[in-house]
């Protein structure tokens, strides 16, 4: 079945540093990967997709990776700031069909110390 | 737009009891979804719908029921509540298709504890 494995582990790095989060994904070849965020008592919200042609992707500090091969996507936030300090999700398409079904990973929290 | 809206925020109920979990949707989105999430985990995909009329199971649909009489509205119902299904419940929608862009917009999820 469909797999989908985040790093568990909260990640905590410096102000100013570069965070990378990673996805991998297993059983799957997927259209297409998204990153949300979640913050503690709200709901995720959206911040990138990707899609299967596409190697980079970038908006503003983020960056995200698609590596079809490795069946991993990594995400980066430079210079990152207090801020960014969230839970991270990646997603990808559940299921065949186009109706939008997400398949989640357990998420990443990431803190920034300032 | 006030995007999705859910309601209660947070509900206990008790084992046994029912209830109804609210979601209103005000961006025309044909398609809508109900997630739970349980601490450490990924959200999980109980029921979705591609349009009014039309509902489809998840992964973990079994204890719930909803129905689609609406766009903007997709009800999720619990009938007998039971400790397991103490989560939180994200409803979603999206637009899916084309090359519009497939993201989905939560709402601010509902904290149901059952004891």
């Known amino acids: 079945s469909q797999k989908i494995e985040q790093n568990s582990e909260a990640l905590n790095i410096q102000e100013g540093k570069t965070a990378t989060l990673t996805c991998n994904y297993t059983?799957?070849?997927?259209?297409?990967l998204q990153w949300y965020r979640q913050d503690p008592g709200r709901g995720p919200v959206f911040l990138l997709l990707i899609r299967e042609n596409e190697k980079e992707k970038r908006k503003e500090r983020l960056k995200v990776t698609f590596d079809t091969t490795l069946k991993q996507s990594l995400f980066h936030i430079t210079a990152s700031q207090p801020a960014d300090s969230a839970t991270y999700l990646c997603?990808?398409?559940?299921?065949?069909?186009?109706?939008?079904?997400?398949?989640f990973g357990q998420g990443t929290t990431l803190q920034v110390k300032p | 737009n006030a995007g999705v809206t859910q309601t209660p925020k947070f509900r206990i109920l008790k084992i046994g009891q029912s209830m109804t979990l609210q979601c209103t949707q005000d961006?025309?989105?044909?398609?809508m979804y109900w997630y739970r999430q349980d601490p450490g985990m990924g959200l999980k995909l109980i029921y979705y719908?591609?349009?009014?009329?039309?509902?489809d199971k998840g992964e973990v649909p079994n204890g719930y029921n909803v129905s689609r009489s609406t766009t903007e509205d997709f009800p999720l119902r619990l009938e007998l509540a039971a400790p397991s299904q103490t989560s939180v419940y994200f409803c979603a929608s999206s637009y899916p298709g084309g090359n519009r862009n497939t993201e989905a917009f939560f709402g601010q999820g509902t904290r149901l504890t059952v004891v």
């Open positions: 961006m025309n989105h044909n398609y």
């Open positions: 059983n799957y070849s997927p259209a297409y």
């Open positions: 997603a990808l398409p559940g299921g065949s069909g186009n109706t939008g079904k997400l398949i």
């Open positions: 719908s591609v349009g009014a009329g039309i509902t």
